[in-house]
Structures are given as structure tokens and as C-alpha cells.
């Protein structure tokens, strides 16, 4: 069975990817194989073309943060380059921030969605990335909202500092076992 790990910026979907690491669960992260893939020449040079410059990550989060058709001109290259990856990955995990926006959900028989409060999200977000209140709010604003991520997802696991996420994952992974599929 194939599990998706689903939730905005900040939600926290790292964390409990290694809280499942600690339980011998690796997990394909999207963001980070994303990287790792533009950086080959194939991808480097769509973007480009894309872009009209060096696709470098200040080009990049300037030309997807101008506009909605520009985001999905960019995810038009990038996300099936992830997907492709994962499906060879072996991999029967994935992380992505933005699971059912991309078309990840497909490629998974269950998703799980992590979510916190937006407070939380984006004191997270300011603190990782070293941007400010307003920043966080328009990559948190790019994303779907939680609630909808939520009613899509089979689990929820709630990563508000204070809920205690491997209760919760003992929970989900028993019902992982008895769910078919």
C-alpha cells in the first residue's frame, strides 16, 4: 500500500516523516526530489526557456509567486519529472505539500493530512525560511486551505505542538492495516 503524507507550508509533514523514519518508514519527499531534479540539464533547460533566465531559486520563487498560470507553467515541468521519480523510487511513502493540487493523491492508496493551526504554520515558516509574517502568508495563501486538504485525506494527524503525533500515528498506522484497499 502506498501512503501520501498531505499539508501546507509549515504543517509540519517533515516532522512526522521523521517521526515515521524513527519506526523504519522512509518517505519520499517531494520538495526535496524536486530540487534534486532541477538541477539535472533537462529540467535546468525548460526552465529557462520558461523563465527567459538562469531558473536559480530567487528566478524561480519570483516567476511562480507573479501569477497562477505561471505556477502551473512550472509545475506542468516539474511534477511529472517527480512523479516519474517516485514511482522508480521504491519508495511507498510520499510527502508533498501540495498532494491533491499536483495530482500526487494518484499515485498513493491512502493519504494522511497533517495540520496546525495557522499561527503555528506560520511562526514555522518565518523561523525555517527567515521571511516575514507577510511572506509566509502568501506561500500558506498558493496552497489549498487545510480544511479542503482534509476532506480529501483518509487520516488527519494534528501537529499543533501540543497533540502527541506518535499516538496518533500508532492510531493511523493500525487502521493502515486493517483498511483494504
Sequence with gaps: ?????????????????????????????????????????????????LIGRKPDKQALTQYLLASE???????AIVHPAVFADFEQSGFEWLESGIMFESGANRYVDRVIAVTAPEEVRIERIMRRDGINREKALQWIARQWPQERVCQLADFEIVNDGEQDIDQQLNIILEQLCKKPF
Design 69 to 75: 498560470e505561471n505556477a502551473r507553467a512550472i509545475n
Design 1 to 49: 500500500m502506498k501512503v501520501g503524507l498531505a499539508g501546507g507550508i509549515g504543517s509540519g509533514k517533515s516532522y512526522v516523516a521523521q517521526r515515521l523514519a524513527l519506526r523504519g518508514i522512509a518517505v519520499y519527499d517531494c520538495d526535496a526530489a524536486a530540487k534534486r531534479l532541477m538541477r539535472g540539464m533537462a529540467i535546468r533547460q525548460q526552465l529557462q526557456q
